[in-house]
């Protein structure tokens, strides 16, 4: 990580509790937890590498910029889209990304039903089941692209809930890289639809 890199997130940890004194984007009882909790936990993605060969990266149910905007102070080169349907969270994203001069960050206030762009990697934080999170946003991703991915931040048991998807998902252990409590029923899916 650069000194660049470092000061963005100091000033993210600045930014995110001012932030929510006026708009609760992080959960109260979390703010104390920001780090571990919120910027972290995003950076898993990072830390398996799962972005390394993308380009164009949509943040799907962003709200306050989570996992997008730590993942775009890590990935300067790559494009960042963030959407919410919630505008006022937007508003948030679009004010943080611009106090830390992040060029490569453009947050949207809309559904991704809505979005008629289409995205080599969709990221989230487990915003609803995973069946459904497919279903809602299987038209952004680049068709027929073997890189296309969503790579979905994910917590407790959900066996059963990708048990249709299992073939074409590779789960990685996020206390295999971050450790502490928090992180152990923690992981990380990785969805390739279009690998055969």
Not at 30 to 39: C, S
Not at 77 to 101: C, E, P, W, Y
Not at 102 to 108: A, E, T
Not at 170 to 179: G, L, M
Request: charged share 25%; proline share 4%; hydrophobic share 45%.
């Amino acid at each position: 990580m650069s000194d660049e890199q470092a000061g963005r997130f100091e000033m993210l940890m600045r930014l995110y509790p001012e932030w929510n004194e006026k708009i609760n984007v992080i959960s109260r009882a979390d703010i104390g937890e920001l780090f571990v909790r919120h910027i972290l936990h995003s950076l898993a993605i990072a830390k398996f590498g799962l972005l390394d060969e993308s380009h164009r990266i949509l943040d799907v149910g962003t709200g306050g910029g989570l996992p997008g905007i730590p993942l775009a102070i890590m990935y300067p080169g790559k494009d960042f889209t963030l959407i919410d349907s919630i505008g006022k969270k937007i508003m948030v994203v679009n004010d943080i990304a611009a106090q830390l001069g992040l060029k490569n960050v453009r947050g949207i206030h809309i559904k991704s039903n809505m979005l008629k762009e289409r995205f080599d990697t969709i990221v989230s934080r487990a915003v609803t089941a995973f069946p459904n999170f497919i279903k809602q946003t299987r038209d952004n991703l680049i068709k027929d692209n073997k890189k296309s991915r969503v790579v979905y931040l994910k917590g407790g048991d959900f066996d059963e809930e990708i048990a249709s998807f299992a073939a074409k998902c590779k789960i990685f252990n996020i206390s295999d890289v971050f450790p502490g409590e928090f992180f152990e029923t923690k992981k990380v899916i990785e969805y390739s639809p279009f690998v055969i």
